[in-house]
């Protein structure tokens, strides 16, 4: 039941659930008004905010300029895990409380669709596909196509996810490596898997998953000079962020043959942040890609959780209780 005496608003900059009916339940009944908007921008997130005492944001930016201008702004919550579109350091001086959902929530889902994007890349399952639908009926169609047991299937980074992929991966046969500086080595091997530096994983992997964060650091690891270290046989999976990978780069490594073939399920661009998208990125036309809609988190569960999440941070945050998953120490930003 909506009430009338509202506590105050919370603006949802922007979702592509349909609806948002799980939302309103939580932020209604809990005395808040909400407003749902499609922010495409940060100056559409400023416009549609100003009111805001909370923010709820699927792919729109909330960086610095939003943050200072959502003067009655207390908490930014994320729906799902990475909070690059937020600029933390500046919310955490204006003791803004970040959430975000953690890992758990769609884990599986974006193991399985790594290891889906493993298997239909080096099967070439979408070419097949393709030719036999045109009426082409020939297993030469995929050449050439390679055993996966035995071969080295590589990681970069070692967290959760990454560990559930390796689990899923062991039971094909290959040699699972990972790189992650941030793991003890001990622990990786515990695991069944071999710590490897960055610079064996690139040259040594047939498959090779990138499931790292988005940071400064990370953005573009993979350029032309980090592709052109790959195997020719490599395929490169991305079921992390888009950016991670130099979308020009990988273009000229797949056309000219530096590697065997990607599978991604992000683009640099990142389409869903666009008003009015359309498809000319040039990977789009490569027969040695295959590209999903940033899809590996979704299941039905997965996407209730994170909403769930997101609104009842939101909330616990402006009643004044503790964030349950807080991205940053609003506390220590307004003693700094």
Known sequence: MTRTDSNGTILIADFDFGDVDIERAIIEDAGFRLVAAQ???????????????????????????????????????????????????????????????????????????????????ARKICPYDRATRQGEWHWKTGRPIWRLRGRVFGLLSFGAIARLIAERAQAFGVEVWACDPFIDEAEIRSRGVRPVSFDDLVEGADYLVVQSPLTPQTHHTFDRATLRRMKRTAILVNTARGPIVE?????????????????????????????????????????????????AYYSQEAVRTVRRIAAEEAVRVLTGRPARFPVNDVMAGSQS
């Not at 955490?92 to 239909?120: F, I, K, M, S």
């Not at 990988?250 to 359309?278: C, F, M, T």
């Open 39 to 121: 922010c495409k921008s940060e100056d559409e997130v400023i416009e549609k905010g100003r009111d805001a005492d909370g923010v709820l944001t699927q792919y729109a930016r909330v960086g610095s300029r939003a943050i200072d201008a959502l003067t009655r702004c207390r908490v930014i919550a994320r729906y799902g895990t990475g909070v690059d579109i937020v600029d933390v350091d500046a919310a955490t001086r204006r003791g803004v409380q970040v959430t975000n959902a953690p890992n758990e929530w769609c884990a599986e889902e974006v193991a399985d669709h790594a290891v889906a994007l493993w298997l239909a890349a």
């Open 247 to 295: 979308d020009a780069a990988l273009h000229q490594a797949l056309a000219e043959g530096w590697i065997a073939g990607a599978a991604l399920d992000d683009l640099e661009e990142e389409p869903a942040k666009q008003r009015d998208w359309r498809p000319r990125n040039p990977l789009l036309e490569l027969p040695n890609t295959i590209i999903t809609p940033h899809a």
